[in-house]
């Protein structure tokens, strides 16, 4: 492991102004993830700032009816809210299909949200990785590529986002709320997270010395009938597949309104707009349910060794807005 220097901050401010002259500085907050990429050689900072104690660790509710969540939450604390399970029980369950016990105790909410791919060459320093080395070539896409991305990919990355939280956040409509040395930023979760392009290293629009310091879930009136259904190779610790966080309204049998997002299937947690317009207004059921996803699904490009996951997908989706209706009951 290349010397690093660790430093404790006093406060937001004094955390965002370590990092200034800092260009391959980070901040620490539950370490989950930098620590093992350290371990590896694939991320060198020259200092480390640990904001964990700096940012709230509490989840409060809003006067409009959302949810305040601290950055500094763990995520085994805010699966177990009564508030969260009740009101956002796909959130709460998506947490719960990630990692294992332990790693949900350390590592904090806004720490999920910046978990880098799980790809094998990134996390391979011998093999040629675009996300690791610019201008160095992707190895996944003449390669190992079973767990890839199938939408949204570029020549330059095919990589997928590992956290199942940011895919219910995403189904949820949730921002983040940032400090950086430009201010304050309420950036919505779509938003959040970049698709590769040809500038694959970055993987949010967050600038430099960013810090996420809060997420806030909006008043969603039908987010307490959402869930969030994985797939993946064995039943526990295990990166997702596929996965689909959905929410869905439904009155006399027609869908008024309805939130959907894929995990697992690009670079960024996967907003299934094209599925949610098509399914707006129409009867709940399951050749329409599958209809909409095959629309979504109508511009996949898998790789020579996850085109399973077209099917999967389509599939996966389905059998979440059967439930969600009483269809699947």
């Keep these: 492991m290349k010397p690093y220097r660790y430093e404790r901050a006093e406060d937001i401010s ?16 539950g370490g989950t993830n930098i620590v093992d990429l350290m371990k590896l050689g694939v991320s060198t900072p020259d200092v480390l700032v640990d ?10 509710e809003t006067e409009d ?23 956002y029980p796909a959130l709460s369950e998506a947490l719960l299909s990630g990692a294992s016990g332990q790693l949900r105790n350390m590592a904090t909410t806004g720490g999920n ?8 060459y990134f996390q391979d320093t011998t093999t040629p990785c675009n996300k ?25 990355c095919v990589a997928t ?9 995403a189904a949820l409509d949730a921002f983040v709320v940032t400090h950086g040395p430009n201010g304050e930023r309420r950036i919505p979760i779509e938003e959040l997270h970049r698709l590769p392009g040809d500038e694959p290293e970055r993987d949010t629009i967050l600038e430099h010395g960013e810090l996420i310091t809060a997420v806030e879930l909006p008043p969603m009136g039908f987010s307490s009938n959402s869930k969030y259904r994985k797939v993946r190779e064995r039943a526990s610790y295990a990166f997702a597949l596929v ?17 959907v997002a894929l995990g697992g299937v690009a670079h960024k947690p996967w907003r299934a707009t094209k599925v949610e317009e098509a399914l707006r207004g129409e009867p709940v059921s399951e050749e329409n349910f599958r209809a909409a ?25 389905v059998r979440t807005l059967s439930d969600l209706s009483g269809e699947g009951r």
């Design 51 to 60: 904001v964990r104690r700096l940012m709230s660790d509490d989840i409060e």
């Design 65 to 87: 009816g959302g949810v305040r969540i601290g950055a500094a939450v763990p995520n085994s604390d805010l699966a177990a809210d009564p508030t969260i399970r009740t009101r």
């Design 14 to 29: 004094g955390a965002i102004s370590a990092l200034a002259d800092e260009p391959e500085g980070a901040f620490l907050g």
């Design 132 to 156: 690791r080395e610019p201008g160095s070539g992707c190895s996944a896409l003449d390669g190992y590529n079973k767990n890839h991305a199938i939408l949204g990919s570029s020549e330059h």
């Design 293 to 317: 996803a095959e629309i979504e699904l109508s511009e996949a490009e898998p790789l020579s060794e996850n085109a399973y996951k077209v099917p999967l997908a389509r599939n996966v989706m």
């Design 161 to 169: 986002h590992p956290s199942d939280m940011a895919v219910a956040m």
């Design 113 to 120: 949200f910046l978990q880098r791919t799980r790809c094998v």
């Design 243 to 259: 996965s689909v966080a959905a929410a869905m309204d439904v009155e006399d049998g027609v869908v008024r309104d309805v939130r």
